[in-house]
């Protein structure tokens, strides 16, 4: 015990462990200054992805508004295209296909036909006519023909420009208190409300009605019971019948071959105004039917096939 000599202040590290036999196990431990780093959670990430989304719906929500602003045209086109897509069941190809042709438009927009009932724009002979395609029903036991007839594609008709369908048209739901009668029995739909490239200009536009095709000389129906407002003929609707009903509804038949009804007639629901034809701008013998609620031009075939709209 009086050999133990008590280090100096100068004495080394090393020494002084090497001296007492101090070992790393005994040394205390070294306090790292700096946190260790937490692991990321399942949270953080979700947390992440929400913020992702909730940007991307504002930035969607911003350039819909401004379109709206900027370009009435592309904004309604992609209004129409949007109602397209949630309305009816697509395959993935055909969403994509729908979602180019709206940037298509939106970035290369086509000129519009021009408008209205009363418009001047080209005379029958400017629309070609499409001759109306034969088919034939052959059974699978025998081989033999067992059914022909006429696949009827007629549609046509002016369309409006777009900034006028922006103000002048509306997809939304309405409601008549009493179910109309069809125009046309047994008819094929060949071109709907909405934008469309036209049949016989080839310019986008606008459909304001619901073309209904048929037979040429099927009888046309008044939908609604109302009184005959106009009857007339254009180098575009052809021979056409305005009718007026209650509360601001009025109906338009078009295209006709011969009309039945004078002005200021009154006329019961089902009774016929004239007979499908392919007059004016047309492809081939259909009704063009349009309704119109204060001057506010609707979807036909919410009233007239109200299975077709439940669908989407």
Known sequence: ??????????????????????????????????????????????????????????????????????????????????RKIMQNDMSASEMLEQLKDTADFVFKPSESAEPAFSANVATESSAEKITVNSFDVTSDETGETVAVGEIINGSGGGDIESKEAVKGTSFAPYYVSVDPVLPVKNARITSRFGYRTNPVSGNYGFHTGLDLAAAEGTPVSAAFYGKIAETGESDVWGKYVLMEHSEGLSTYYCHLSEIYVEENAVIRQGETVGLVGSTGWSTGPHLHFEVRINGVRVDPERQLYPENADEG
Do not use: H
């Open 1 to 82: 015990m009086n050999d133990f000599e008590y280090p100096s202040q100068r004495t080394e590290r090393e020494e002084y462990r090497s001296r007492f036999k101090f070992t790393d196990e005994d040394a205390p431990a070294k306090k790292n200054s700096s946190r260790p780093a937490k692991k990321k959670t399942k949270t953080d990430y979700l947390v992440r992805l929400i913020l992702l989304q909730s940007v991307i719906c504002v930035l969607i929500v911003s350039g819909v508004f401004l379109a709206s602003k900027v370009s009435p045209t592309a904004y309604a086109k992609m209004r129409e295209d949007y």
